[in-house]
């Protein structure tokens, strides 16, 4: 599986970025996708995450209600439309896949097998 995303800049706080991430090298639809973020001195953590068919979507607090996951099956990529971003949301945001353990599995915050190389998004204020 390789994993490619794009998208991320330097951005004014309550601005908007929208991260995209081409899935290749196996079958999308077998994979529950997630976003991550890793600031400065932090670690890494989930920001959002959709189940195989887009029907399931899960986000951390911090970002309810600004950010919105969402993917196109057909043209294998998922997206983060990310709205109102504020200093805080820097950090280097990466896709990952998870493959699904049985049928409709989903497991947002679960272990993820693998990882685009991340894109950076920078908010000032």
């Known amino acids: 599986v390789q994993l490619q995303a794009s998208g991320g800049g330097l951005v004014q706080a309550g601005g908007s970025l929208r991260l995209s991430c081409k899935f290749s090298g196996r079958t999308f639809t077998y994979y529950g996708m997630g976003w991550f973020r890793q600031a400065p001195g932090k670690e890494r953590d989930v920001v959002a995450a959709?189940?195989?068919?887009?029907?399931?979507?899960d986000y951390v607090d911090s970002v309810k209600g600004r950010f919105t996951i969402s993917r196109d099956n057909a043209k294998n990529t998922v997206y983060l439309q990310m709205n109102n971003l504020q200093p805080e949301d820097t950090a280097v945001y990466y896709c990952?896949?998870?493959?699904?353990?049985?049928?409709?599995?989903?497991?947002?915050?679960?272990?993820?097998?693998?990882w685009g190389q991340g894109t950076l998004v920078t908010v000032s204020s």
């Open positions: 959709v189940n195989w068919s887009g029907g399931r979507r």
């Open positions: 990952a896949a998870r493959l699904s353990r049985f049928y409709d599995d989903y497991d947002p915050f679960g272990q993820y097998d693998h």
